[in-house]
């Protein structure tokens, strides 16, 4: 158990890095995200959010894929078992899933005014600062993302999947004819 709550916190701490890295590779590109009124713009939000998940998701997966090969060594003392995946990315997704109901508990409480929690879970999820804001469903949806890279991380490790190796690495390095 102690190893899934170290897990848990390194992920954590992967969500704030990237978090804070989103917020500041954003001021440079804000006229690609918003319109001058604020208003996202939804092709180049996709792309921005696109472009940070690039860098994000795979911290998640490779640290999962490792987990998992780690746990298929005969020497090893943890049988593989993707819920253990589940485990480590729920409990570092409770302090976004926290957030949000603090957020839709005050949007209850009163629509129109100010919404602190609003504002904090922007930028805690500040990773997909893109795309937030085009329709409501992406917030609850974009906090599985991690849940899933993770799971499907695990998976593949435990299965010695090599995605790079099998299907990128030979478009790149095309072998020669002798």
């Known amino acids: 158990m102690k190893g899934i709550f170290k897990q848990s916190v390194a992920f954590l701490g992967y969500h704030a890095i990237y978090s804070v890295l989103s917020l500041i590779f954003m001021l440079p590109f804000s006229s690609l995200i918003y319109y001058n009124d604020g208003v996202t713009r939804p092709i180049g939000g996709i792309f921005y959010t696109f472009v940070i998940l690039l860098l994000y998701l795979p911290c998640i997966y490779s640290n999962m894929w490792k987990l998992g090969k780690n746990h298929t060594k005969k020497v090893s003392e943890v049988k593989p078992n993707p ?86 690495y030979p478009l790149m390095f095309k072998k020669k004819k002798s």
């Open 83 to 168: 819920i253990i995946a589940l485990k480590i990315s729920i409990i570092s997704e409770i302090p976004t899933v926290i957030i949000f109901i603090l957020m839709v508990i005050f949007h209850l409480k009163n629509p129109d005014g100010f919404n602190l929690f609003y504002t904090i879970y922007k930028v805690w999820q500040a990773i997909y600062i893109g795309i937030i804001d085009i329709a409501k469903p992406l917030y609850v949806v974009i906090i599985f993302v991690p849940v899933l890279f993770a799971y499907l991380g695990y998976v593949a490790g435990s299965k010695n999947f090599e995605f790079a190796e099998k299907y990128i």
